[in-house]
């Protein structure tokens, strides 16, 4: 779908700005919207920030209160900002950086990635052909 290819182009490019290990999108439903790129443990990461820096904050957000940290959640410093009330771009860095360059490189690029993320289609909750479907 193009407009996820397109979000995650963006992603991709943040990440590679900030020298970062990965770049996503996360809603305050615990859903990963987006990532830069495939990552074995994304999922892991994605739900530890979410549970430990997004779900307490969670109702703020939805009110407007904004999400702006930098965060050292070993071995990998995190770099987030939310947007749209909703959403929240994590930037996760292994290594030295400068926060600043990396808060810097988000706030160019919010808009667009903001942009993109509100134009997404729903994502589709049919089962792939062949794939099984979920039970519960």
């Not at 993109?116 to 794939?131: H, R, S, V």
Request: glycine share 8%; net charge positive.
């Amino acid at each position: 779908v193009p407009e996820w290819k397109a979000l995650q182009d963006e992603l991709r490019k943040l990440a590679g700005a900030c020298h970062a290990r990965l770049a996503a999108v996360i809603s305050t439903g615990n859903v990963l919207w987006c990532v830069s790129h495939f990552f074995p443990d994304v999922d892991r990461l994605a739900d530890g920030f979410y549970h430990d820096e997004i779900a307490a904050r969670r109702g703020s957000m939805r009110r407007g209160a904004a999400l702006d940290i930098a965060v050292q959640r070993a071995p990998d410093a995190c770099v987030a900002r939310s947007f749209a009330n909703i959403y929240v771009i994590v930037v996760w860095i292994r290594g030295r950086f400068d926060v600043t360059d990396v808060r810097g490189e988000i706030r160019s690029r919010l808009k667009r990635i903001e942009a993109l993320t509100l134009d997404l289609p729903p994502p589709n909750p049919e089962p792939a052909e062949g794939a099984g479907k979920l039970h519960g």
